[in-house]
């Protein structure tokens, strides 16, 4: 495997003081803007009461290991942030319940070295009638019953966020949509309009290295990928869509999802590193409830490239089916213990094999895929472990993910851990990260 994957105590204390310097500088230069800030947010919002206004600051960075391709060698995570949540009762819309969200995150990031906001919910929420709820604005969208596993869950992600180090609140990104809910007795119904294509935050080799399959290779800085976004129009309006009903103690559930992948899985132009997103329609079901004392779930999802259904294309992503099942139980003791199971398996895979480019490594036709999640409360539950790995016997590569936080306070929470990749291949999921391997400190003060 490659040089960059062992790495020396002497590297190991330059790339301690390096996170250290450039988180010190973060929190100084900061200080002032994210106080001066709080102070003109809190003097407009001269209506809200006191319990309408939340939110936190916080302080985290982390320690690379070994790793020399990204931009900077010695960490990938330098931050102060300030988040607000507000909530808003207009009279306009009283008599509907309705409802005006806020939360908004000012972020000041010692690796890029910016200062930026981001708007992650501003939304309005009414209920016409008892039968209906509508919801409009930015809002975080989920759905599917996977832990850290998403097969009918086509809303933007954030990996970059969540391999780290931050909080697992930014692995989701916000969407612009309209959502409607509907409930009856004999079902439920959510649908949620997308207007603008929304993709994943992706790798691109500054912040985390990544396997560039056009180079072969794994690379950083020295890649350059454009990603192409689809045209913002009416056509390429994404729509999400999920029937449930509960049967019993448990809950079903069908999905249908049309719009796009939300990583770059078409080549455009291999020579410029050009790249954008293929059309795709997902059909997908679940069920979730009691099984032998925990909580099970199955979920299925069919995956139709729409730009290539007959797989014919190398450059495109062919379609494929995704299975999941999961199974999660208290042991007792303050002990919690999920498991999962996925396959994925890929369609047309000999097509797939005749087309692949000479020297371009193929994924195998079914990827296993194993996750297990233990979490222990300790001393009155302000002291919190948790492990959640990933581990794939097919790509022979795993992904773990320890963590401690301990509340000093009620609204002060220290946390540590460590986002760990091993593989023996340069291309596989994991494999592909290895040098990406980093240790992880935040504390944040809640109010």
Same mark, same amino acid.
């Given at each position: 495997?490659?040089?960059?994957?062992?790495?020396?105590?002497?590297?190991?204390?330059?790339?301690? *003081?390096?996170?250290?310097?450039?988180?010190?500088?973060?929190?100084?230069?900061?200080?002032?803007?994210?106080?001066?800030?709080?102070?003109?947010?809190?003097?407009?919002?001269?209506?809200?009461?006191?319990?309408?206004?939340?939110?936190?600051?916080?302080?985290?960075?982390?320690?690379?290991?070994?790793?020399?391709?990204?931009?900077?060698?010695?960490?990938?995570?330098?931050?102060?942030?300030?988040?607000?949540?507000?909530?808003?009762?207009?009279?306009?819309?009283?008599?509907?319940?309705?409802?005006?969200?806020?939360?908004?995150?000012?972020?000041?990031?010692?690796?890029?070295?910016?200062?930026?906001?981001?708007?992650?919910?501003?939304?309005?929420?009414?209920?016409?009638?008892?039968?209906?709820?509508?919801?409009?604005?930015?809002?975080?969208?989920?759905?599917?019953?996977?832990?850290?596993?998403?097969?009918?869950?086509?809303?933007?992600?954030?990996?970059?966020?969540?391999?780290?180090?931050?909080?697992?609140?930014?692995?989701?990104?916000?969407?612009?949509?309209?959502?409607? %809910?509907?409930?009856?007795?004999?079902? @439920?119904?959510?649908?949620?309009?997308?207007?603008?294509?929304?993709?994943?935050?992706?790798?691109?080799?500054?912040?985390?290295?990544?396997?560039?399959?056009?180079?072969?290779?794994?690379?950083?800085?020295?890649? @350059?990928?454009?990603?192409?976004?689809?045209?913002?129009?009416?056509?390429?309006?994404?729509?999400?869509?999920?029937?449930?009903? #509960?049967?019993?103690?448990?809950?079903?559930?069908?999905?249908?999802?049309?719009?796009?992948?939300?990583?770059?899985?078409?080549?455009?132009?291999?020579?410029?590193?050009?790249?954008?997103?293929?059309?795709?329609?997902?059909?997908?079901?679940?069920?979730?409830?009691?099984?032998?004392?925990?909580?099970?779930?199955? *979920?299925?999802?069919?995956?139709?490239?729409?730009?290539?259904?007959?797989?014919?294309?190398?450059?495109?992503?062919?379609?494929?089916?995704?299975? %999941?099942?999961?199974?999660?139980?208290?042991?007792?003791?303050?002990?919690?213990?999920?498991?999962?199971?996925?396959?994925?398996?890929?369609?047309?895979? #000999?097509?797939?094999?005749?087309?692949?480019?000479?020297?371009?490594?193929?994924?195998?036709?079914?990827?296993?895929?194993?996750?297990?999640?233990?979490?222990?409360?300790?001393?009155?539950?302000?002291?919190?472990?948790?492990?959640?790995?990933?581990?794939?016997?097919?790509?022979?590569?795993?992904?773990?993910?320890?963590?401690?936080?301990?509340?000093?306070?009620?609204?002060?929470?220290?946390?540590?851990?460590?986002?760990?990749?091993?593989?023996?291949?340069?291309?596989?999921?994991?494999?592909?990260?290895?040098?990406?391997?980093?240790?992880?400190? @935040?504390?944040?003060? @809640?109010?």
């Amino acid at each position: 495997m490659s040089s960059y994957r062992n790495s020396g105590t002497i590297n190991f204390l330059k790339s301690t *003081e390096q996170a250290a310097m450039h988180l010190k500088k973060s929190v100084t230069l900061v200080a002032l803007k994210l106080l001066f800030a709080l102070a003109l947010i809190l003097a407009s919002i001269n209506t809200a009461n006191s319990s309408d206004l939340h939110g936190f600051v916080e302080a985290a960075g982390s320690i690379k290991l070994g790793d020399e391709r990204a931009e900077k060698s010695g960490y990938n995570l330098a931050e102060t942030r300030l988040q607000l949540k507000y909530s808003y009762f207009p009279g306009i819309v009283e008599e509907y319940g309705g409802e005006l969200s806020l939360k908004a995150d000012l972020l000041y990031d010692g690796y890029t070295e910016e200062l930026s906001t981001e708007v992650r919910n501003l939304n309005l929420l009414v209920s016409p009638t008892q039968s209906f709820d509508l919801k409009v604005g930015r809002q975080i969208l989920t759905w599917g019953t996977g832990d850290l596993l998403f097969i009918n869950d086509l809303f933007p992600k954030d990996y970059i966020s969540f391999f780290t180090g931050r909080d697992t609140e930014y692995l989701k990104r916000p969407s612009d949509a309209l959502r409607i %809910l509907y409930f009856h007795d004999s079902f @439920s119904l959510d649908l949620v309009l997308i207007p603008q294509f929304e993709p994943n935050k992706s790798i691109k080799g500054r912040r985390l290295s990544f396997y560039d399959g056009l180079k072969g290779s794994i690379s950083g800085t020295e890649s @350059s990928p454009t990603f192409l976004k689809p045209k913002q129009t009416a056509e390429n309006s994404e729509i999400a869509l999920r029937l449930y009903k #509960n049967i019993d103690s448990y809950e079903a559930a069908l999905y249908l999802f049309k719009g796009f992948y939300k990583e770059p899985r078409q080549v455009l132009d291999s020579a410029n590193e050009l790249f954008t997103y293929p059309r795709l329609i997902v059909y997908g079901a679940s069920l979730r409830g009691p099984v032998a004392g925990g909580i099970g779930n199955v *979920e299925i999802g069919y995956y139709d490239s729409r730009d290539d259904s007959g797989g014919t294309d190398s450059s495109i992503e062919n379609s494929s089916v995704k299975y %999941l099942t999961g199974y999660t139980r208290d042991l007792g003791g303050e002990l919690k213990a999920g498991l999962q199971y996925m396959v994925e398996q890929k369609l047309n895979y #000999n097509t797939y094999r005749d087309n692949l480019s000479p020297g371009s490594p193929a994924n195998d036709r079914f990827r296993h895929l194993l996750t297990l999640r233990l979490t222990k409360l300790k001393r009155a539950q302000t002291l919190e472990t948790s492990l959640f790995a990933f581990y794939s016997p097919t790509d022979n590569d795993l992904y773990l993910r320890p963590s401690i936080s301990y509340k000093v306070a009620d609204n002060i929470k220290i946390t540590g851990g460590a986002n760990i990749f091993s593989g023996n291949k340069d291309h596989t999921q994991f494999g592909s990260l290895e040098g990406n391997n980093n240790l992880y400190l @935040s504390a944040r003060y @809640s109010f």
